[in-house]
């Protein structure tokens, strides 16, 4: 997984890419949520488009993220969701929990 | 052991996170050259990637001495595919309903689940040595 990011409008976009898979790399992303929780930046979007596939732990991290923004008051919403992590989340029932839209644009104007 | 080992129907790895990028890039070409259709090594990568998650962190505790030993075997009728590990056996099933509501914020617990959603069989055994030995079968 690799991850960039970068502001609009108010809001934060992650852009993760490749798998999620529980490597040393996923703690970048609970690291850097920290970081911009501390910056005062606590609208958060999730841009899933180039990520090829997640696991478990993958989706643990989807979760952490949207548990720990809340916390500070703010929200992490997710764009472009791929139809593999589309099915992974009906599966495990967390299409319930994570507010999804169809793009980017959307995701930030909804804040 | 310090660095993976190719077998000549499997991989072994040393217990830790960092290879797990190893085994998917062994297990998804094993399969595309199989000419398995995409969708199916996905999910097939996603499962071996919660079973290696479970053997390196459940099983084998991250000992970083010990090994998961990855095996496939690849029919016309079907994938089937082994993780073996060198603890002392986890109960695999031991976890909360992932989709009860009041489970559902939980940020562990979904591998199996996961799992036994996209395969046909899902088997637990002890190795032949120790070690949980897990077995998930496709059909194909």
């Known amino acids: ?111 | 052991m310090q660095k993976p080992k190719i077998l000549p129907d499997g991989i072994v790895i040393p217990s830790s996170t960092e290879y797990l990028s190893t085994v998917d890039s062994y297990v998804e070409e094993a399969l595309a050259r199989a000419g398995i259709d995409e969708s199916v090594i996905a999910d097939i990568a996603i499962s071996v990637s919660e079973l290696v998650n479970n053997a390196i962190k459940h099983g084998n505790k991250a000992d970083i001495a010990k090994t998961v030993e990855i095996r496939l075997s690849i029919t016309t009728g079907e994938l089937k595919i082994t993780v073996l590990d060198q603890g002392n056996g986890f109960n695999i099933n031991a976890v909360p309903d992932p989709i009860d509501d009041q489970n559902l914020m939980r940020e562990v617990g979904r591998g199996i689940f996961i799992i036994k959603s996209f395969v046909d069989e899902l088997n637990i055994s002890r190795g032949p040595q120790g070690g949980t030995c897990v077995e998930i079968v496709k059909k194909r």
Do not use: C
Not at chain 1, 20 to 42: A, F, N, V, W
Not at chain 1, 47 to 60: A, I, P
Not at chain 1, 88 to 111: P, Q, R
């Open chain 1, 1 to 111: 997984m690799k991850l960039n990011y970068r502001e609009d409008k108010g809001a934060v976009i992650i852009e993760p890419k490749g798998k999620i898979m529980g490597g040393p790399e996923s703690t970048e992303l609970h690291d850097l949520l920290h970081e911009l929780i501390e910056k005062g930046k606590k609208n958060v979007v999730i841009d899933l488009g180039k990520v090829d596939w997640m696991n478990s732990t993958g989706l643990g991290l989807l979760i952490s993220g949207l548990t720990t923004l809340r916390k500070a008051g703010g929200e992490l919403k997710l764009a472009n969701v791929t139809d593999k992590i589309q099915s992974l989340l009906t599966i495990t029932k967390l299409i319930t929990i994570f507010k999804s839209y169809d793009s980017v644009d959307e995701a930030v104007g909804s804040f």
